[in-house]
């Protein structure tokens, strides 16, 4: 055997050395309930027949429009429902693939000593809705820092320096951006006359 057949044959040794070791794909298990899928597209669809049903409360503005004041959230709206729907259609014509109730758990497992927590997840969405509803007794440059500090300490930043500054800047930022640069008007409310005495609202 010449040299160049021997380099080969341990060139294939090393490579079914390396198959042998590597790890057969891990299977997720089965264990996600079929019905659970739907929620998702279910609440897309009714999210956008809530929004076809509260747009038509909407008066038209003073200025003329072609799509009226109506115009972005229904197509939204619209949006919402399509998606929601063929999600759906996919998600149960998948079914008879698997036999059973069952299906294989989707995405990856939780990081290794850092596990998902619905608690924390709920508490975000709580604060998002505690935003909306001081929106328009604080104002946005005043809630709007508040709730995305309790939101910060909910995911478990513990740095008071970073939580007040992202906090204090991004608020800022966009309200000025979105405000007074692109002419959209936030609630301030205690804040507002001192905005028109600066002015900075019109």
């Known amino acids: 055997?010449?040299?160049?057949?021997?380099?080969?044959?341990e060139k294939n040794e090393n490579t079914v050395q390396r198959d042998e070791k590597k790890p057969s794909p891990r299977m997720m298990p089965i264990t996600m309930d079929k019905r659970g899928e739907l929620v998702g597209p279910v609440a897309a669809v009714?999210?956008?027949?809530?929004m076809l049903i509260e747009t038509r409360t909407f008066r038209k503005g003073m200025i003329p429009d072609m799509i009226t004041s109506k115009g972005l959230p229904n197509i939204t709206a619209i949006l919402l429902i399509i998606g929601g729907v063929i999600q759906a259609f996919r998600q149960i014509r998948t079914w008879p693939t698997i036999?059973?109730?069952f299906l294989p758990e989707e995405g990856q497992e939780d990081e290794k000593g850092y596990p998902a927590s619905a608690v924390r997840a709920v508490s975000v969405i709580l604060v998002s809705f505690l935003w909306g509803w001081l929106l328009k007794p604080l104002g946005f440059l005043i809630s709007t820092p508040l709730c995305l500090s309790a939101a910060l300490l909910i995911m478990g930043v513990r740095s008071w320096v970073k939580i007040i500054a992202?906090?204090?800047i991004f608020s800022f930022a966009n309200w000025y951006i979105f405000g007074p640069l692109l002419g959209i008007r936030f609630p301030l409310g205690p804040l507002e006359d001192l905005a028109l005495s600066l002015g900075l609202i019109k």
């Open 1 to 9: 055997m010449d040299r160049s057949d021997t380099v080969a044959s």
């Open 46 to 50: 009714l999210l956008g027949m809530l």
């Open 99 to 101: 036999p059973g109730p």
């Open 166 to 168: 992202f906090s204090i």
